[in-house]
Structure formats: structure tokens, C-alpha cells
């Protein structure tokens, strides 16, 4: 292998080699970074007013969408989506194009600091190879029960070998967890699956061939899942087929961005959501004239009607059109299932599904089928698996706590307890890239690359219809003093010696990666084979990763869901008021969205507010309580209170408020800190079946401040609504 | 077609034109909303925020904005369609006769208007007569904003401004701006064809935010040519026009919902 062959003769070779031949791969260390010079002294490989494009994977949400980054004399100018991957066939989302907004972010940390006091800004710099001395000491000088791995969301090359070190020196696991996971209700989804179809697996909702859509608060236009193949089959189901236009229910108590796409917006009472499922289960195998499962037969129709707040004749209409769909389906979302009684709804919903006998056929639901280097499915851990690591840090269990790819302070309710906890950990190490909460209660900050100047591989959990493993590549050169968190294990681990050193004798992370998907090489069903793994490398590369051809979805038993028995009872709902509490992944910004400026000046897709945090409150019940447009309330819940202005939203119960997630930060850099409040921190510590947090079971009290007005920035006019502005006319 | 728009009685000549060169066609019946065009856009084509404040006085650059209305109240309430606004690229664009110093020009190659940066003197009245409300004033010199920048070695560094697209003029204060169509895009694919010795085929450049859009609500393409995909999608039964009472023949045909 030769290190001298500069990177874009590589390229070429790869592209002309033919895919049985070996290509020189020019995969040496100082050929794996592009270099990043300035105008008047341009590398070799670019040419003057051409673009130099690479695929990688997008790395906002952990859906593992496919990009190609158009490059130009070493900067990032632009991301398109990768056209081959089969998650996002070349789309994008707003979160995706700004991923740029990340790379070239004011506040990013430009190199490894100590901090003598937590929480103080002021930091010293250190050298890497301090750094990874301190890594070294610390996976060497503490009792492997004792040492953390706490990561986010995406099951990737990072996860890989973190849980290979872990296990190496005998560490408990590394524990994935993000609060998109949370809002999604993932857990609650998988154990659903895993109770109904004896396996541990995300159902995959094929939409895109259905006729019928019956989501229950289903999120799957913003954040659900995997928002980009979601959004592709909503628009097959609409437009795919010219012979009919599919029809779309969906049931939720206040008008998400989703249910303003339905044809029909059922704003059932929050917590009912199982037992709408199972009056409608009845009501279609009676209109089918089948034999009624168990759990539907007794079901008492009239008394779930009056207890979702939704009238008899509705609930008819919906289960006749559902009888008469060739292809219903049924979807259950977060909110629904981020409740005591989620488990059991998630159930039901996914039994309803197998009434309408639609497992395995176009249209309904199936498995989804596993990454090509995993054996079994890697969720990201439950609410409740979080406080058991909580407990431990409490309990002095936990020595040293590595964090990196979430912001648990952000990312989970205080009242889960995990600021005391930190507290009580002796050694904090962060990977950030930013300057979030976590990384500024970190007693040492040993920033990653950004994901654009990063190697790696993710696997696909859910949205394509076949196994996928996406792959990720820099795309320009590091702009700061950061290093890849993956060689700084790596490299700490050989400072460290022993067990380590041997379970992971990798020069770098790229050798390590290539050892995990070693077994692809010569697979012969996937989007390329190779001859050996140097050339399989520079294809997976090129590509953007490596996929099966065909689709592989496996088809749950409808005998298993039926024979099963479910029973729904109604959901409790915690602390004293009168309102239902509604809090929802912000559709724009997502869960780290908040310090990419562009991001935040994306209108609200439904109230376009923009820069802020709102409550949205009905008008009616807002004129009762005498407030108006942009007056500050304080939202008081059993786990803490909030204040934050209102707007009034014609499309939400009169018995519910709802507010988006997302702002609020403290830290996280010049856009984000300081602008709008975190909803989150009103949630109390209840769990459903699964261990999923209840995020949607708290009932809140509201109190106006009076005199206090906080003016919105919106895109829509407020002239002439609810009679602003013309009071002088 | 040669026709001079700038020229008086270009009108009648238009008329016989009206498909124009370049057109779109925007399906309502599976756009989301989700904004992926709007932030494809500001990529693109180096548009700048503009902060909350400015926000709220409705400064934001956005050459393609998501609009939606409600219909009715609770629980009866709807919302209408998501429906992306932008630049209709008028035949007869009620923002060209206005501009005292022809910075907002019919192209002649393109038939699509042009906003000529370095002519415009910021009088603003083709804002003011654009029925469309898609055209924006830079206010600020919002990009050079201190507050987006870092102190290195005593000298202010914007990192953002790696981003820039070296296609695309950036903007100074004083200048209005609106949606082109991607030119840039469309000069390079020309530029492509030409050098190959062939047309630009259909499909063969999209702007950046149907390129982006998830749901492919947005559809690009010659008006022109009756094989291509958009100029068959512009006569679905579905197909409007926004204020096309107002002669301005749009190049940009929406498809309702249903």
C-alpha cells in the first residue's frame, strides 16, 4: 500500500477500478486528512472553481441519513443528500443542511482544557498528550466497576469500541441514551414488540404503500424514527399511486405538524389513546364479521367515547373506513406511549394491527431488519436504565463518568436527580464539541472532531427497507486543536497497557472500523464486494457506506399479537391542575439544534415563532382566563415551574397546553444560551411498563404574571388575528 | 424566443409566451412544511440570519417561506395546506417597471427576473409592488455583525464566512434580494451541456430546495419542453396559480390538496 498516492488520485482510482480489482487505497495516516490551505496556496487536488464532493452520514439525529458535502479548496459549502442511501435517497431535513452550522460554529471548543472549579467558564489549556495521559490513568487507576460510559443516540463505530473496551477491563456497558429517545418512546415500542412477536425489534411502518393511516400521535413528518423515510412514504401514500390517494387520521390532543397534514385531526383526551384503539379494534372485527379477539370483545364502546372526549358516530366512521381499506395501518407514537399505561396502548395499537391482518404485506407493518454487523438490536437506554447509572453516581458507585454525543444535563428532567449526582462523581471527562451544560460541569473537555471531519460508520436502526450500514468520512480537515474521540481511547488504552492495550492493538480508529466490518469484504448481496479490505474501505467511502440490494423485512405473527391478551386501563396522570401537560421535540431544532443560528430562524412549522419558546394555550380558554397573545405565564407542575409567553393556538384541546422542546440552554455557545426556557424540567419521575419516562402524564397549574408581555418574533402577521392591531380601525 | 420585457408593449408579446423558460410546480397534497427547502436555500445561496430582533419586525432573509392559515375554530379548526411562497418569476412581474435603475430586470436568456445586486440603490419599491411579499431588504450588513465573531490575535474572525458559496454574491446592506432559481445552478449545468455539446436535460439541475425537499413536493424544469416532467405537472387538474387575477404569469403552477 502506498502512502504517497495523494487522495484524489485515489479517488479516481477508485472510481475507474472495477470492483473486483484491488485499487491502491492511499489509506496511510498522512493521506487521511485533507488539508485545509490557505486561498493563495491550494492543495494539489483541487482545482481552481471545481468542487470536490464526499458522502458521510449525517450526524443531527441518529436516523443515519446519507450526505454528500459539496467541498471547495477544503471548506464544506454546501450538504446534499446521498441519492444511493437507502434511508434518505438523496433528501435532506432543515436539521441536515445545517449541519454547518455546526461545523463552522463560533463557540466550538478549539482544543482539550482542565477546569479547576465545575461550572465555571474559565478553563486551562492542556496538550493532547496530557490529555490522553489523564484518559490513561483514568481507565487504569479505578476499579473497572467504577468507571462510565455514558453516549448518545447513535449506534456507531465510537459505541463499538467503547463497548469492547468496557469490556476489556471488565466495565459495565456504555449506556446510549438521548431525549429524542425519550419523546419517541423507543423502549416502550421495542419491549411492545418483544411482548407481542417474542422479539426485540423496531417495527418498521410501511406507509408508503398503505391506504389508510391511523397514527396515534405518531410524530413521523418531524422527528419520529427516521423523519426522511417517513416523510418518502407519506408522499407515496398521498401521490404514489394515481388510482388513489391515501387517506390520513391522525389522533392527537394538539395539532402537530404531522396532524396538519391529516385529512382528519381527532383531538382525543391525552391518555386515552389505548382505549380509542380498542373500541375501534372491536368495531372493525365486527364490520369484518370475523371471530373478535379476547381483549376487543367486551370492550364498552360508549364508555370510551364519553372518556377520549370524541363522539360514538366518529369513532364508527373511523372503523368503517378502516374495515374498508385494502391497506390500513396503524402507528403508535411517542406521546401516546410516554405514559404510565404505554405499554399497554403501544400493544393494542400494534394488535390492531394484526386484526387488519396487514403483518408482512405492502402497506403494513414488519420488522426492521438489522445493520449488517450487529446480531441482535442496540437501543438506546430507557428513562429508568438512566436511573439506575443515577443511583450509582449517587451512591459513590461511579468514579469517573466519560461523557460524549449527549448533554444529559439538558437532555434529562431535574427531578430525575442527575445534577446531584454528577456532583457526587470524583472525575468528569467530556468529549464535546461544544460548550454545552455537561461539558461546563466536566472537570476535564477533550473535544471530538465535528462529524464533518470525522471518520466513522452508523448503524441504521430503522427507515430502509433492507440491513444498512452508513459510513462516514471527513470532509474537510479539522478546523481546531480537536481529536477523534475514538483514537484518544485508543491511544489512552495503549498508555494504559494491560487488557486494553491487547483487546485493542489498533494504530487508529480506522483500523479498528475495518475490523468490524471485515466480515462484509466478500459478501456477495451487498452494494459492493471487494477483493480485500483496504479496496472494501475506499468503496465504503466512496459510497457512503455499504447496504444490502435487496429489501429484507422480516413479517411479525398475527397469531402471536391476537393470542395475546391486553388489557387498557386509563392513564394517570401526576401533580394537581387543570391542565394536561403536552411537551413535543421542537420539529426545527431537535434536541441540539438550538446553537446553529440558521436553525433557530426557521419558523415553527405550525406557529412560526422563531428564536424563542412559546405556550400554546386555545383562544377560547385563554380569553376566559383573560390572556392574550404574548402575555408571560408561569407553569407550575409537582417537579418545578417555568415562565414563558403564550400563544394562542387554535388547534390544541381547550384542557391542554403544550410547549415545544428544544431552547432554554445555559451554556451551548452565543445562539443558544440564554433564549427561551426547557419545558423538560416540569417533568416528574414517572416511568411506564417499559421504563420509559411519562413525559406526557403531568398535569400543571398556570398562573398569569401580570403586566409581564414578552413579544414573540413570528413569521405570520399578527394584524387581524384574534383583533390585534385594529383596535384603532 | 426573443422578446425585450423591458420594452413597453412587451405585454401582448408575453402573453403569447406566457409558459415561459423555467418553471416549478409545487404539489401542496405532500408538502409537510418541514422547512428542509427554507434551510437548503440559506445554504445555498449565502442568505444571512438576521437575529430574533429583526426577526420579529419581519427582516428575515427568506427567499422561500412556509405559509399556512387556519380555517375555523376548535375542535372544527384546519389548517390549510402548507404552502412554500416564493419568487413566482413573473412573465410580467409588477417589480420590474418600478426600479428607477433597472436592478430588477427581466433576463432574456433565462425569462426569469433578475435583482442585478450592484445596481440596486435600495429604494425598495419593487418590495412594495410585489404582490408576492417575496422580496427582501438587507437592512444590516448581518453577516460582518461583530457578535458572530471571534477575537484571534486581536483581529475579528468569522468562521462562518467558510461556508460561503463562491458561486453566489454575498450581500452587503442596502440591497434587495430575492429568489433566482438557483442561476448559479442552472449557468453551470448550461455551462456542462454546452461544453459536451448537448441541452440540459430534464431534471438535470433542481434548485437547491427542490433537491433538498423530502416529500418531493417541489419539481423543477423547462416550461418549455412539453416532454418534460414539470411542464406535464403544471396541467394536472390540481394546478393554480397564486393571483394570476393580477396578469403576472407565474412561472410557478401550485397543486391544491385532494
Known sequence: MSENISRRDFLKLATVGAATTAVLTGCGPASRYIKREPYMQMPE??????????????????????????????????????????????????????????????????????????????????????????????????????????????????????????????????????????????????????????????????????????????????????????????????????????????????????????????????????????????????????????????????????????????????????????????????????????????????????????????????????????????RPASSQEMIELIEKMKGGGVKVLFVHGLNPLFELPKALGFEDALASVPQVISFATFPDETALQADYVFPDHHPLESWGYQRVATGAEQSVLSGAQPVVSPNYDTRATADVLLAAGQLAGGAVAQALPFQDEIEFMQSKFASLVSQVDGSFSAPEINTFSAYFQQHGGWWKKSAELAAPSASDALGKSIVVEQAQFAGEGEFFFHPFMSPTLGEAGANKPWLQELPDPTTTVMWNTWVEMNPETAHELHIENDDVIKIISEAGEVEAPVYLYPAIRPDTIAMPFGQGHTAYGRYAAGRGVNPINLLGSHFNEAGDLAFAGMKVRIEKIEGKKQLLSRLESRIGVYNEGLEEH | MSIDLNL????????????????????????????????????????????????????????????????????????????????????????????????????????????????????????????????????????????????????????????????????RRGVMEKCTFCIQRIHKAEDTAKSQGREVVDGEMVPACAQACPSNAITFGRLDDPESLVSQMAHDERGFKHLEELNTMPRITYLKEG
Open chain 1, 45 to 378: 487536488y483541487t482545482y481552481n472553481g471545481l468542487s470536490t464532493y464526499y458522502a458521510t452520514t449525517c450526524r443531527e439525529c441518529a436516523a443515519g441519513c446519507g450526505l454528500i458535502v459539496r467541498t471547495m479548496q477544503g471548506r464544506a459549502i454546501k450538504v446534499e443528500g446521498n441519492p444511493n442511501n437507502p434511508v434518505n435517497l438523496g433528501k435532506t431535513c432543515a436539521r441536515g443542511q445545517a449541519t454547518l452550522h455546526g461545523l463552522y460554529n463560533p463557540d466550538r471548543i478549539t482544543g482539550p482544557l482542565q477546569r479547576t472549579t465545575r461550572g465555571e467558564a474559565a478553563t486551562e489549556g492542556l496538550e493532547w498528550d496530557a490529555a490522553l495521559q489523564v484518559v490513561g490513568d483514568a481507565l487504569n487507576n479505578n476499579n473497572p466497576d467504577e468507571v462510565a460510559f455514558l453516549m448518545g443516540m447513535a449506534p456507531d463505530h465510537l459505541f463499538d469500541l467503547v463497548s469492547d473496551l468496557a469490556a476489556s477491563i471488565g466495565a459495565p456497558a456504555p449506556l446510549r441514551y438521548g431525549v429524542l429517545s425519550m419523546f419517541e418512546a423507543r423502549a416502550t415500542l421495542v419491549k411492545a414488540a418483544e411482548d407481542l412477536f417474542g422479539q426485540a425489534t423496531l417495527p418498521f411502518f410501511d406507509i408508503g404503500n398503505a391506504d389508510l393511516v391511523l397514527s396515534f400521535s405518531a410524530n413521523f413528518l418531524e422527528t419520529w424514527l427516521s423523519p426522511i423515510a417517513y416523510t418518502r412514504g407519506f408522499s407515496k401514500m398521498r401521490r404514489g399511486n394515481p388510482k388513489r390517494r391515501g387517506h390520513f387520521i391522525q389522533f392527537e390532543s394538539r395539532m402537530s405538524q404531522t396532524a396538519a397534514k391529516s385529512d382528519e385531526w381527532i383531538p382525543i383526551k391525552p391518555g386515552t389513546e389505548g382505549l380509542v384503539a380498542l373500541a375501534i379494534g372491536r368495531l372493525v372485527a365486527e364490520a369484518k364479521g370475523g371471530t373478535v379477539p379476547s381483549s376487543f370483545e367486551n370492550v364498552n364502546l360508549e364508555d370510551i367515547a364519553s372518556l377520549a372526549d370524541v363522539s360514538m358516530e366518529t369513532l364508527e366512521h373511523i372503523a368503517q373506513l378502516v374495515a374498508e381499506a385494502e391497506s390500513p395501518i396503524m402507528i403508535p407514537g411517542g406521546s401516546a406511549l410516554g405514559l404510565n399505561n404505554g405499554l399497554q396502548t403501544a400493544e393494542t395499537i400494534l394488535t390492531l394491527n394484526a386484526i387488519v391482518d396487514n403483518f408482512g404485506k405492502a402497506g403494513g407493518v414488519f420488522f426492521s431488519p438489522l445493520s449488517p454487523n450487529e446480531d441482535e438490536i442496540h
Open chain 2, 8 to 171: 413597453v408593449g412587451a405585454k401582448g408579446a408575453i402573453a403569447q409566451e406566457a409558459e415561459g423558460k423555467w418553471g416549478m410546480v409545487i404539489d401542496q397534497d405532500v408538502c409537510t412544511g418541514c422547512q428542509a427547502c427554507v434551510a437548503a436555500c440559506a445554504m445555498e445561496n449565502n442568505l444571512s440570519f438576521v437575529g430574533e430582533e429583526d426577526a420579529g419586525y419581519g427582516r428575515t432573509q427568506h427567499w422561500i417561506r412556509i405559509e399556512r392559515f387556519w380555517e375555523g375554530a376548535y375542535p372544527e379548526v384546519k389548517s390549510t395546506p402548507f404552502q412554500p411562497m416564493l419568487c413566482q418569476q413573473c412573465g410580467s412581474a409588477p417589480c420590474e417597471p418600478v426600479c428607477p435603475v433597472f436592478a430588477s430586470v427581466h433576463s432574456q436568456s433565462q425569462d426569469i427576473n433578475l435583482q442585478v445586486y450592484n445596481r440596486c440603490v435600495g429604494t425598495r419599491y419593487c418590495a412594495n409592488n410585489c404582490p408576492y411579499q417575496v422580496r427582501q431588504f438587507n437592512y444590516r450588513d448581518y453577516h460582518l455583525d461583530p457578535i458572530h465573531a471571534n477575537e484571534v490575535d486581536g483581529q475579528l474572525v468569522y468562521p462562518f464566512h467558510n461556508q460561503f458559496n463562491p458561486d453566489v454574491t454575498v450581500r
